[in-house]
């Protein structure tokens, strides 16, 4: 493909902290960005040239904003096929390509996906009622995680299931198609983010050692304190699903680092992700600037940590701390500009650096 | 005063490359941004949550801003006086005070405050006709360069005097009440980048090092090649005009350094200022960020830098080089998004850092 030049639009798809991350990297390097969202007012919009507000099936919206961009790529994985879709018939470009958003979006096919690319990952099955949670469990063993197929994110969609009592009645709680997964009693969980350009190149972050409070990732640690095999598996895994997807732009995949020294892959995210937020201080190029020059064609910048990091992520009320963090001459601050504190929600992230 | 919590407002007057990336800033700390200028689809309106486009002295449309935002600055020095009065008496906050604008809007009176306040500045006398050019001439001496008092920028309005013989005219040619200063056949050029809080703390960037051509700031290095002794003069005449004028906000003033180690103040600038821009990579808080949270009553952030820097604008036809830019792993690319391309004209910049 030939370079999208400055001054080209490029399209966003979600109005979220990481459409308002990834707008902001997008005009540092001239770029106009338009946000497709359903949210009125969103975080992403209030940094960016234009939005347009619709539904995320509205066709005639969509190929208006098909019209109105040079390229579209999404900052959530839960965007419909049918939007990808739509925008790709009326002429839009793409990326990364929909067929890794789809599967990402799925949880039975992105391990089924692991599977067949030799990427470990825990033991699976599909449940779509309580006889087969009831087979799945009997086959996987306890403990085990049911979890919905589709639309899970930060924890949500989760039952933990420590023994057959626990089934009982689990499907009709979780209300949809489900997926049981054997529990991984890791050591510790890593991320990585990789990058693919339109060219092939292939780009990687250093690995991210990651804690999660109540499925929502709390904080990222670098160095992760793992061995340089652990880090080339991670690589290996995210070189194959790039390749395999002929991939273009940032991709995430997390893992389970196990006490022998192997990775589990838990899942992917096709977009820039929680874990690479450090990347603004602390890498030569951001993860939001990597994935804006993957898609726009540019080449991959050099990903060089700078710095020892850690970034702690502001959920919900501890926001509220924004004056003692402001005076925290050692805390970087980020505020995501959302109207309204909720449990759970992410409000910002403070990374912190160490050289 | 107290904070600005973030959500607040930040109005910036102007839209150009320094409003987008104050606006950028501003948007990391969850503030929203509304720009008011006179220029529709402006670099910083394209990254701001609302704009104003009206006339700097349209009294209806600056009470209405002002009645929009929680407090105001300004991102170019040539806002009309009138202006700022108009935003205060509708009831504004405007940081930094108005009076600091007005000074560093002529060239004569900020002359006149160096000198009053014991900084050392180039002989100047002001020139309001041939005649008192031929006089101020023969009092200073040549080589001396004739200014315009006011709405000078980027070497505009500058006319060098080598001799009795190009003195001839050159009133006339000026065409506005003039300031004519002696010559300083300096080492080099140095810059310094200084913030003053809300609560009175002083802070300074490192001493930039910089290159003009044709009047217009070319590279910026750091360090600058200077003595201690250079810096801690700088940082004195920074320190003073910034309590002098009750100053909250970033300040920038420019000096010649002299062979003998002294150094002559050029002229300063009320804002954040071009030589700053490696600040974004380069140190622990940017120049934007610091402008915001002094005006914003934050606390001042730390001002350490990371690594040696080179900074090199991207003016006129420069920006047109953004393929191999783009393509260099040193080079951390900004273009502005300006539309039209013309010579003498700021479009980006490139940061290079070496840790």
Redesign the interface.
Same mark, same amino acid.
């Given at each position: 493909m030939i370079?999208l030049? &400055?001054?080209g639009t490029i399209g966003i798809l979600g109005g979220g902290q990481l459409g308002?991350m990834l707008?902001?990297a997008a005009?540092?390097?001239?770029?106009?960005?338009a946000i497709f969202t359903d949210e009125p007012d969103s975080p992403a919009? +209030?940094?960016?040239?234009r939005t347009m507000v619709a539904n995320y099936l509205d066709h005639a919206a969509l190929a208006d904003f098909a019209r109105r961009v040079d390229v579209v790529t999404t900052e959530f994985e839960n965007v419909p096929a049918e939007t990808a879709q739509a925008l790709i018939d009326a002429g839009a470009r793409v990326a990364p390509n929909p067929h890794a958003l789809a599967v990402a979006q799925d949880r039975f096919d992105e391990k089924s996906y692991f599977a067949s690319a030799g990427i470990a990952a825990p033991p699976f099955r599909a449940v779509a009622s309580q006889g087969e949670l009831d087979a799945a469990l009997a086959e996987i063993g306890a403990p085990a995680i049911l979890k919905t197929r589709r639309l899970g994110y930060d924890g949500r969609g989760q039952i933990r299931i420590d023994s057959a009592d626990d089934a009982r009645g689990a499907y009709a709680k979780l209300g949809a198609p489900g997926i049981l997964e054997g529990f991984c009693a890791f050591e510790c969980e890593v991320s990585i983010i990789a990058a693919r350009g339109a060219d092939g190149a292939v780009a990687f972050y250093d690995l991210n050692e990651n804690e999660h409070k109540g499925g929502i990732l709390s904080r990222t640690t670098l160095p992760a304190r793992v061995s340089a095999d652990v880090e080339a598996q991670a690589q290996d895994a995210a070189r194959r699903v790039l390749e395999a997807f002929d991939y273009v732009g940032v991709l995430t995949i997390e893992f389970f680092v196990m006490a022998d020294g192997s990775l589990i892959a838990n899942e992917m995210a096709p977009r820039v992700h929680n874990s690479g937020h450090w990347t603004v201080e602390g890498a030569?190029t951001s993860q939001f600037e990597q994935h804006i +020059?993957a898609i726009a064609g /540019? &080449?991959l910048? &050099?990903t060089t940590r700078?710095?020892s990091i850690e970034m702690v992520n502001l959920i919900g009320a501890d926001?509220g701390a /924004?004056?003692a963090l402001?005076?925290d &001459?050692d805390a970087?601050?980020?505020? @995501? =500009?959302k109207?309204n504190t909720r449990a759970g929600r992410k409000m =910002?992230h403070v990374t912190k650096?160490k @050289?």
């Open positions: 370079a030049a &400055p001054g308002r707008s902001i005009a540092q390097l001239g770029f106009d960005v919009s +209030r940094v960016s040239a030569l +020059r /540019w &080449p910048g &050099p700078a710095a926001a /924004w004056p402001a005076a &001459p970087r601050v980020h505020l @995501y =500009g109207r =910002g650096l @050289y």
